[in-house]
């Protein structure tokens, strides 16, 4: 009924209370019913009087008899209470009465219910029996459990229900009475997330660098960042020259929503036009420090600190032969393993102590070293690194994310791109 019946709001929680074995004395249904909707109010009738009715909202055979009872004063406002403790049940105005059968009663103008511990259940305004504007709804603790708007008896406008715990909400927009979109927006503590009405699964939006903003952390570094689809994405960007010639993208991905984020970082990307800048990938980094055992150790838990000679004889150098003048052999090789020693050991700490909001706080860090694939839990965190090789060429960099199908891309200048090496 609460869902075809949308001008009967008041009759819903009659109902429950009935299924719930009657408790607190199970609450009679209200006075509107669709068969009388449309129905003409009689001119200047006076209803004044006392009422009684029964739970099925027929008359009663005397007070003993009854579930409540309606006081109408010579005006026609009325209220009505509950006969057990002559608490209020509701108040308002009558446009007509039916002194038998309360269901074909007709409310017309400012309208409240009331459960019987006194709290306000419901908040709503009449226009001849039909919903009329505002309908609030609130559970008993004193939080919204549903807002909408109506014109003329059906929705129109935005419709939205919460949680009894007022942490989640729901909201649907109408269009004289008809659902505007295939779609609903789910919303929560820091998240919003839209979802096909038919299926309940995500429908991601697309990102776009418009929406992208910036925060500058405790260190006076700047980071780009998006807040959409229930995520919080976000890039730092530094260059290094002590080891060789690298970008250094850290990047931090939480996961507010009440979906998994699927972070591909094997399609992540950096883009730059005219210029080649090769993100490297997690296999290749791996390939870098051939050694599996020492990578276990200093790349995803950090507790060990493995010596450039180690690394640099693990090292398959032969590997990047097909790179072109991007072939720096021996070198490199030595280069890159006391890079990702430092690396390994600090940059992890950095970014989570350099940069933590409220928010951040609020969810369980992980700390993954170089980037790879991952899959970040609903109120869950994610940071770590990746490098790519330096082009003094290009003065702007696009470094592309995609999480969930959707590529959250950061646009870069690199012509005046800090040197982490001279701070």
């Known amino acids: 009924m609460f869902d075809s019946l949308k001008m009967k709001k008041f009759n819903l929680f009659f109902a429950i209370v009935v299924c719930e074995a009657m408790c607190f004395a199970a609450l009679p249904v209200a006075a509107q019913n669709v068969s009388v909707v449309g129905r003409q109010p009689q001119q200047v009738q006076s209803y004044k009087g006392t009422y009684y009715f029964t739970l099925q909202a027929t008359k009663a055979v005397d007070a003993q008899s009854s579930e409540y009872y309606r006081v109408v004063e010579a005006n026609n406002n009325f209220k009505d209470y509950y006969t057990k403790g002559d608490l209020l049940r509701a108040k308002g105005t009558v446009a007509y009465l039916d002194a038998e059968d309360d269901n074909n009663t007709v409310f017309d103008g400012p309208f409240e219910a009331y459960y019987p511990s006194g709290k306000v259940w419901i908040k709503q305004t009449f226009k001849n029996g039909q919903n009329n504007g505002e309908f609030t709804e609130y559970y008993e603790g004193g939080l919204i459990k549903e807002h909408e708007t109506y014109k003329d008896g059906v929705l129109d406008g935005i419709k939205t229900t919460f949680t009894e715990k007022g942490d989640t909400c729901y909201q649907y927009v109408y269009d004289n009475g008809k659902l505007q979109n295939d779609t609903y927006t789910q919303s929560g503590d820091g998240y919003s997330v839209n979802y096909n009405a038919q299926t309940k699964k995500p429908v991601w939006s697309q990102a776009s660098d418009v929406q992208v903003k910036n925060i500058m952390d405790k260190s006076g570094d700047v980071w780009k960042y998006y807040t959409l689809n ?129 928010e951040m706080i609020k969810v369980q860090q992980n700390n993954i070293g170089y980037l790879k694939n991952y899959m970040v839990a609903p109120k869950n965190a994610v940071s770590g690194y990746a490098l790519a090789k330096y082009d003094p060429s290009v003065n702007q960099i696009f470094v592309n994310l995609p999480i969930n199908g959707v590529v959250y891309s950061f646009r870069w200048n690199t012509a005046n791109l800090q040197d982490a090496d001279e701070r």
């Open 230 to 358: 229930g995520l919080y994405v976000s890039i730092n960007v530094k260059y290094r020259h002590y080891y060789g010639r690298y970008y250094v993208v850290s990047v931090y991905i939480q996961n507010n929503s009440p979906e998994n984020a699927y972070f591909n970082f094997d399609s992540a990307s950096i883009t730059a036009g005219g210029g080649r800048v090769r993100l490297f990938s997690h296999d290749e980094y791996v390939r870098r420090v051939n050694n599996r055992q020492a990578w276990t150790a200093f790349g995803l838990s950090m507790a060990t600190v493995v010596t450039a000679a180690t690394l640099d004889a693990a090292i398959n150098s032969s590997y990047y032969n097909g790179w072109d003048n991007y072939s720096p052999g021996r070198d490199f090789a030595h280069d890159f393993s006391s890079f990702i020693i430092e690396e390994s050991a600090a940059v992890g700490s950095v970014l989570i102590a350099g940069y933590m909001t409220n």
